[in-house]
């Protein structure tokens, strides 16, 4: 009896201290603004918004704003407490001010590490600095203007002409298509590829794509479970960590097709016109360019430069045909001038309220304090959400909530555009690791919106009922259920 006791006694010590060194730890100081369960910490909270996460975050943050405070606190077993920046000082202290002292790290490498591998998305220090330089040459200011404006008015009548053949009422998913465009266009400019899957004329690709979107998927639904659970289930081959597995497997073979093809090419062919693909062959380190390095190379840049873009574009036409009717008049007035700028204005101002990537983080690497004497320890996330920043009207005004495209036209002179700081408009990230394709992203986006607005009108159909703005759960904020429209060849044309 004695014994049995003994032992009770010392199973529930262990279970206390288990629970206690898994629970989550927070960080004195930094307010948690709404209720975090003492085990679960915010996971109960997350996994019941899952379907409205960002409006959920956007709540905790307002309330902290409006309480003073320059960050607040999420909280979550197994793992690191986090801490969400509110401020452009403290933004720019993390991602510019002190950048080697707050990396991906593993929090971030882990669960991406499946899918995005060791690609330019997925490493910090010398290995990023080694890629990031290669990648810089092929969005010269030449190139954009030469070969990018080229492949994207080329895509760009392809998907006219697929518009056109669209029966008129007729309900179709412009994001589908728009995601098949940026795809193309992509992999046109990066890799010298022709995947056409706008027009659907390779299948295999289209098993690809898919495979492609899910795995990004099943990769971000790994942030909102505990760490426990997601490694569990990889370790067991069950649940969404078996489906990631099978399609990561179908989105490897495909491009180390890509690859092989590309090896068996003459390099000379495609040395002109700058690709990506050649760069990294002629310009990388021979030892480091092996058909892995390339396979990771080719899906960081189809990730970067498919999803985003196609996100804004499928925002982009949500705006103007649904919610700002009156936005459409006059980038159709504007269609025929030299200066664009009233498109380019809406362009910011969509990535200001509909940022397509809306949540970023960093981990410490070591204790610090923040401006404002915040004391973080190493390995805490730091968490930075370009869709809630930007809403705080301490950051962007009274007004921060409202779509106004007017305010980044610059009131001295009103062909120009104003410039904010990296620092207040995030949606291309900031400091060092600024996105490398933000002038390629707005290039492409204002050529198709140009070509496409000036030759159709579209409708958005709720008839469908399956329409609304819910997002995915994905690293982009595209619609869950697509953008259900109606076309039509505008008058006058
Ligand atoms: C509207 C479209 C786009 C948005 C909103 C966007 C946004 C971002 C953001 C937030 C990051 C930082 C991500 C992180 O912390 O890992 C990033 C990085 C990056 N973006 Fe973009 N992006 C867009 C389009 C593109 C395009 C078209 C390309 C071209 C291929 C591109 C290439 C990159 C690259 C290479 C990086 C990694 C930079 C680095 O870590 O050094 N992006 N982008």
Not at 201 to 224: G, K
Not at 291 to 301: A, G, K, Y
Not at 305 to 313: F, I, K, P
Not at 325 to 351: R, W
Request: aromatic share 12%.
């Amino acid at each position: 009896m004695t014994i049995f006791i003994i032992f009770l006694v010392i199973l529930l010590l262990c279970i206390i201290y288990f629970i206690n060194l898994f629970r989550p730890k927070p960080i004195p100081g930094v307010k948690i603004v709404d209720n975090c369960s003492w085990f679960l910490g915010h996971v109960p909270a997350f996994q019941r918004n899952q379907h409205r996460l960002h409006e959920y975050r956007c709540q905790l943050a307002m309330k902290a704003e409006s309480q003073g405070d320059t960050c607040f606190q999420e909280c979550f077993p197994f793992t690191s407490s986090s801490i969400d920046l509110l401020t452009p000082e403290l933004i720019e202290f993390v991602l510019k001010t002190k950048f080697d002292s707050f990396e991906k790290g593993p929090f971030w490498h882990d669960k991406f590490h499946v899918f995005l591998r060791d690609g330019i998305f997925n490493i910090d220090g010398q290995q990023w600095k080694q890629q990031r330089k290669i990648a810089s040459h092929m969005f010269t200011q030449r190139l954009l203007n030469e070969k990018m404006i080229q492949v994207f008015i080329e895509h760009g009548h392809r998907f006219i002409d697929l518009l056109h053949t669209i029966p008129e009422g007729e309900v179709f998913d412009l994001q589908q298509l728009f995601f098949r465009y940026t795809m193309d266009c992509i992999c046109d400019i990066a890799f010298g590829l022709n995947l056409n899957t706008l027009t659907l004329s390779v299948p295999e690709a289209q098993e690809f794509v898919d495979a492609f979107d899910q795995a990004n998927h099943l990769t971000t639904i790994r942030f909102i479970q505990t760490e426990f659970a997601w490694k569990l289930k990889r370790l067991l081959n069950v649940g969404s960590e078996k489906k990631l597995k099978v399609c990561m497997k179908i989105v490897d073979d495909f491009i180390y097709n890509i690859i092989r093809q590309r090896r068996n090419d003459d390099i000379t062919t495609h040395a002109e016109r700058g690709d990506l693909l050649t760069l990294f062959l002629v310009h990388g380190d021979k030892q480091l360019i092996n058909n892995e390095f390339l396979h990771d190379v080719v899906l960081n840049f189809m990730f970067a430069g498919r999803d985003t873009t196609a996100t804004g574009l499928s925002h982009l036409f949500y705006l103007v045909y649904h919610l700002y009717p009156n936005i459409e008049q006059k980038l159709i007035n504007e269609l025929h001038k030299t200066n664009s700028v009233y498109l380019d204005a809406v362009l910011y101002e969509l990535c200001r309220l509909h940022p397509p990537v809306p949540f970023d983080l960093k981990v410490a690497m070591e204790d610090i304090y923040l401006p404002g004497n915040i004391f973080i320890p190493k390995s805490t996330r730091v968490t930075y959400t370009p869709y809630h920043y930007h809403r705080l009207k301490s950051v962007w005004g009274q007004d921060a909530e409202d779509f106004h495209p007017e305010r980044w036209i610059d009131k001295e002179n009103e062909e120009k555009l104003k410039t904010e700081s990296q620092y207040k408009f995030i949606a291309f990230n900031a400091g060092p690791r600024l996105c490398l394709g933000k002038t390629m992203a707005l290039l492409e986006m204002k050529t198709l919106a140009s070509m496409l607005i000036n030759e159709f009108h579209f409708e958005l159909d709720e008839s469908t009922k399956k329409f609304n703005n819910q997002m995915r759960l994905q690293t982009t904020c595209a619609f869950q259920y697509g953008l259900p429209m109606t076309v039509k060849k505008r008058k006058n044309k």
